[in-house]
Structure formats: C-alpha cells, structure tokens
C-alpha cells in the first residue's frame, strides 16, 4: 500500500476549470496503475479516469470524456486531473486510486484510496 493525498479542490463556477492532483509516498509509483474516482451525495463512488503504470494508456467515463484529462508525473510521484468545462453534475468528492493492475477499471481492484477532496460547481 501506498499514501495518497489529494489537492486542488474547491468551489467554481460552471464552465471554469481546476487541476487535482495526488502525490504518492513511497518509491514505487512508477510501478501504480492510477484512478480518480467521484462520490456525488447519496450516489455510489463512480471512476472518472485512470492511466496504467507505464503512462501508455488512458481510460475516461463517458460523462467526462473530452472535458477531462489524466496524466502522471512519475519524477513527481504526482498524478494530475485536469478538469475542464466543469458541470454542475461534477460536484463531488474526488478521490486518487492506486492499483498494482495494469489499468483501473472497476472499484474492486484499487488498493489504496487518498481521502479526498471535494469539488462543487454552481450553476
């Protein structure tokens, strides 16, 4: 296991934009795939994006595909959600994943979650 802790949370506006980002202790972070994962009041925690280990490949739900963008600075032990045209609907709280699979799909295989930071966008 890894510690993650989240940054970069806030309150916007809709339309504006924020960057999350999650630095991991530890010397194995290059060995992590990585996820972002939300949690809207009363819903169950849904993945956003993930990037594997090696920053080959990146994964998004369909509700933030082209708005939002994963990326990884393995030097920094940073991960990174840049979150663009943000919608009311993307109120919630954010959290960083860590997994040894090669790319998070599901909540079933993270094996470290950071505590989370919130995000509220009004209307």
């Known amino acids: 296991q890894v510690r993650l802790e989240e940054s970069g949370g806030g309150l916007v506006q809709a339309g504006d934009s924020l960057r999350l980002s999650c630095f991991c202790s530890?010397?194995?972070?290059?060995?992590?795939?990585m996820g972002w994962f939300r949690q809207a009041p009363g819903a169950a925690r849904e993945i956003v994006a993930s990037?594997?280990?090696?920053?080959?490949?990146?994964e998004y739900s369909p509700s933030v595909r082209g708005r939002f963008t994963i990326s990884r600075d393995n030097a920094k032990n940073t991960v990174y959600l840049q979150m663009n045209s943000l919608k009311p609907e993307d109120t919630a709280v954010y959290y960083c994943?860590?997994?040894?699979?090669?790319?998070?799909?599901?909540?079933?295989?993270?094996?470290?979650w950071g505590q989370g930071t919130r995000v509220t966008v009004s209307s």
């Open positions: 530890g010397s194995a972070f290059g060995r992590f795939s």
């Open positions: 990037i594997s280990w090696d920053d080959s490949t990146t």
């Open positions: 994943a860590a997994s040894t699979v090669q790319q998070i799909a599901t909540i079933q295989v993270v094996g470290s």
